[in-house]
């Protein structure tokens, strides 16, 4: 398959997921602000290992949406490794959140090696994405969650160090 093939296939999943995405979450309220979704959601590891993303309840929590053919996803993932090696003494968390199956999220975490958890998404991460403010579609997006489970920032596209440290100084 030839990666213009791929491109295409990949727009057309994410256009699909979005409009789900809409029919599963129009009920969920002022869903740009909740993270009801967000910790009721489970997701596979590289190794197929469900992680609940309860786990981090009580945690400021980063949460980066983003996809293996996506460049700005990719150049800002050595950042967020270094940010969690910084910040996880800090009770900061950083997961990453992958629009694909497993199966590419474990050929990609061998070909990358990062220091925070990388979840298998799949259709259900878009979806996500959008209940918790992604109303753009766009990749890479990451969502700052405070302590107490509330929404403090939405970052569209691909974020700097700098960046991300501005959104979490308040919540430290």
């Known amino acids: 398959m030839s990666k213009t093939t791929r491109v295409l296939i ?16 129009s009920s969920a309220g002022n869903s740009a602000t909740s993270t009801e979704a967000l910790f009721a959601a489970s997701f596979p590891d590289a190794e197929g290992k469900q992680q609940s993303m309860s786990q981090w309840r009580g945690k400021v929590l980063v949460v980066n949406f983003w996809a293996s053919w996506c460049g700005p996803c990719r150049e800002e993932m050595p950042m967020l490794d270094g940010f969690q ?43 996500l994405a959008q209940a918790l403010g992604n109303d753009k579609g766009i990749l890479p997006f990451t ?13 569209f596209g691909m974020i700097d160090k700098s960046t991300l440290e501005k959104a979490l100084a308040p919540l430290l």
């Not at 302590?147 to 920032?153: E, L, Q, V, Y």
Request: charged fraction near 25%.
């Open 10 to 25: 990949a727009i057309v999943g994410i256009v699909l997921a979005l409009l789900l995405a809409r029919h599963f979450f």
């Open 85 to 127: 090696a910084d910040y996880g003494v800090k009770d900061v968390r950083i997961v990453g959140i992958s629009a694909e199956d497993v199966d590419h999220l474990k050929a990609f975490s061998e070909e990358l090696k990062v220091g925070y958890q990388l979840l298998a998404g799949d259709f259900e991460a878009l979806a």
């Open 143 to 155: 969502v700052v969650v405070d302590k107490n489970g509330k929404i403090a920032n939405i970052m």
